[in-house]
């Protein structure tokens, strides 16, 4: 009786394990030719479609996505989403990733219990982990966890560094630097101050290897894919170079060297010159309108001021130059007095002034109208250095 139990359960082990078996087969095998047929037909609809525009979380996933077509013949749809117009916003985004960020992979190969539109992933990492773990049959950009598991481990560590430190810090860093609608110091020193500091930790872990995870000087992998499409935008900050961390700038070439790394950038560059809106996501683009618009709105200011000075000032000297007894001059001065007299802050100010009225080529009642808006202007910005060349020029 014992006996054939055991031969029984025998045999029904040894079926599981053949079903097993002949189950593992035929998905790697139905895998295989879905992306094969998928690759060679055009008309059929591709495997994945991911939603993205052209930031370090955006371009990490379509590095990835490159790499696995070159070795597996993966192919996918693109979708680029208009930030500038919170397209990541409307609903139907949100129903696929309920915060409203970029990138979103769709996955059409896993209908997700039953559902039709596929399975999407959200969240540049989780995207990384999901495509290595369903489409990297031969473990080319990560780490197997049973074979290897401690290398497995550090990958994480690495990608989890990255994902919870360099791209907020940085992000919140570029915010402030770049696009934030008011100058704030803590803020701007705060975020770039702890953005350094983390370029630092990445120093020290490629002081003697390559790459970030992996055994002996590392092997390329997702924890790298993860973490330098953020580092290699360190200009965006700033920053003119990578010369005081030496080790990161040397990872950073030997990532972007990579064919699928420059594919990757051209897709983008020339989507920036063929789509207009594209150009908006770059922060090189918005930081220069920033800068346009805050010109414009500045020099609308100052000829506002300028008329409104020499229409009052006109006023003014007809009425306060004794009836014209004093000559242009005079009266300049006369008024700058009165101005000093009222805006004592400015003694240093209106010394220079007074020494340069004399010499001054402009009409001295026009001279008389610039300047004390010049000096009210100084109060009021005394960061700004507009003032100070406008003051050269006159001199």
């Not at 989780?126 to 401690?150: C, G, K, R, T, V």
């Not at 550090?154 to 791209?167: D, V």
């Not at 006109?314 to 005079?330: C, F, M, P, T």
Request: no cysteine; proline share 5%.
């Amino acid at each position: 009786m014992i006996l054939s139990n055991l031969l029984a359960r025998s045999t029904q082990n040894a079926k599981m394990l053949n079903d097993a078996t002949t189950y593992t087969h035929r998905m790697i095998l139905t895998r295989s030719l879905s992306l094969t047929s998928g690759h060679d037909q055009r008309n059929l609809r591709k495997p994945f479609e991911l939603y993205t525009a052209g930031t370090p979380n955006g371009r990490k996933v379509s590095i990835l996505l490159e790499e696995l077509k070159s070795v597996y013949g993966l192919d996918y749809n693109v979708h680029r989403i208009d930030l500038s117009r919170n397209v990541q916003k409307e609903p139907w985004f949100i129903e696929m990733n309920p915060n409203g960020r970029i990138p979103v992979l769709v996955d059409n190969n896993n209908n997700h219990n039953g559902n039709r539109k596929g399975f999407a992933i959200f969240e540049s990492a989780a995207i990384l982990l999901y495509l290595e773990q369903h489409y990297d049959f031969s473990n080319q950009f990560w780490f197997n966890p049973n074979l290897n598991p401690n290398d497995y481990s550090t990958m994480l560590q690495w990608i989890f560094f990255s994902h919870g430190g360099i791209g907020p810090m940085q992000g919140q860093a570029n915010h402030f630097v770049n696009h934030a609608s008011e100058n704030i110091p803590y803020a701007k020193k705060r975020y770039l101050d702890e953005t350094k500091r983390l370029y630092g930790v990445l120093e020290i872990r490629l002081t003697v290897r390559e790459w970030l995870a992996g055994s002996g000087r590392g092997i390329y992998s997702i924890a790298d894919i993860n973490a330098f499409p953020w580092v290699r935008g360190y200009n965006y900050l700033n920053i003119e170079t990578l010369d005081e961390w030496p080790n990161v700038k040397e990872w950073v070439e030997n990532a972007v060297g990579s064919d699928f790394v420059q594919t990757n950038d051209h897709e983008w560059d020339a989507d920036h010159r063929t789509n207009p809106k594209a150009s908006l996501y770059n922060p090189s683009f918005l930081t220069a309108v920033h800068a346009g618009l805050t010109l414009i709105t500045k020099g609308f200011a100052w000829y506002t001021m300028i008329v409104s000075a020499i229409s009052s000032t006109r006023s003014n000297v007809a009425i306060e130059s004794r009836s014209g007894e004093l000559d242009e001059k005079e009266s300049s001065r006369y008024l700058l007095r009165r101005h000093y007299h009222y805006h004592p802050r400015s003694s240093l100010f209106s010394a220079l002034v007074f020494s340069v009225i004399p010499q001054l080529s402009l009409s001295t009642r026009l001279a008389s109208s610039l300047l004390p808006t010049i000096v009210g202007y100084t109060h009021a910005y005394p960061g700004d250095t507009l003032p100070q060349l406008v003051l050269s020029l006159l001199a």
